[in-house]
């Protein structure tokens, strides 16, 4: 990483107080609404009530991913700064689909995307980004009980044809061939 992308995501981190998520990279909730959704009022499999909204600044390195993972809802990502970053998806049928947020929008980078909720998705910086600072909106507002975190040997029994990109978005350290 060039020291002008590595001082930039430093002080990103510094000023944002970012801190590590379980998927990967460095996250902070900056909004989580006051208003609240009953659990009666929520789709099946939700397990409580939800605030309406919420809202999250994250950040990943160029050499780091965000692990494929789903929640519940719908999520928006929104590119502020930095490198593109490509965002790979996994619908419920097997369908893989991948985008580049980022801010060539002539190129087909998109600066904001809305992952469907119950899609398996992770995301990485393209080579040579350095870093990409992004938002991240979801709504109903976003539990840790909603967030289900990918497991490589399950995701490749569920989706075999996409082996690569399971290997390569998780970081289990068990051997697969």
Same mark, same amino acid.
């Given at each position: ?8 995501? +430093? ?7 970012? *801190? @590590?998520? &379980? ?6 909730? #900056?909004?989580?609404? +006051?208003?609240?959704?009953?659990? *009666? /009022?929520?789709?099946?499999?939700? @397990? ?5 909204? =919420? ?30 970053? *490509?965002?790979?998806?996994? +619908? ?13 929008? =002539? ?8 992952? &469907? ?18 938002? /991240? #909106?979801?709504? &109903? ?12 040997? =399950? ?5 075999? *044809? ?7 978005? #998780?970081?289990?350290?068990?051997? #697969?061939?």
């Amino acid at each position: 990483m060039k020291w002008e992308d590595q001082k930039l995501a +430093s002080a990103i981190v510094s000023r944002y107080q970012l *801190q @590590t998520h &379980p998927e990967g990279g460095f996250y902070a909730e #900056t909004y989580r609404s +006051s208003a609240v959704i009953p659990h *009666q /009022c929520l789709p099946d499999g939700f @397990t409580g009530d939800r605030n309406v909204s =919420t809202a999250i600044l994250y950040l990943l390195l160029e050499n780091d991913f965000s692990a494929l993972h789903r929640i519940r809802q719908d999520e928006a990502w929104h590119f502020y700064l930095g490198g593109a970053l *490509q965002l790979v998806m996994i +619908s419920p049928e097997g369908i893989l689909s991948e985008i580049i947020l980022g801010q060539d929008v =002539t190129a087909g980078e998109y600066v904001q995307y809305v992952v &469907p909720a119950g899609y398996w998705f992770g995301a990485r910086p393209v080579a040579g980004a350095g870093f990409s600072f992004l938002g /991240c #909106t979801v709504a &109903p507002g976003f539990d840790f009980e909603d967030f289900e975190l990918g497991v490589r040997a =399950t995701l490749l029994e569920l989706f075999p *044809q996409h082996k690569a990109v399971i290997l390569s978005y #998780t970081r289990d350290d068990e051997k #697969t061939s």
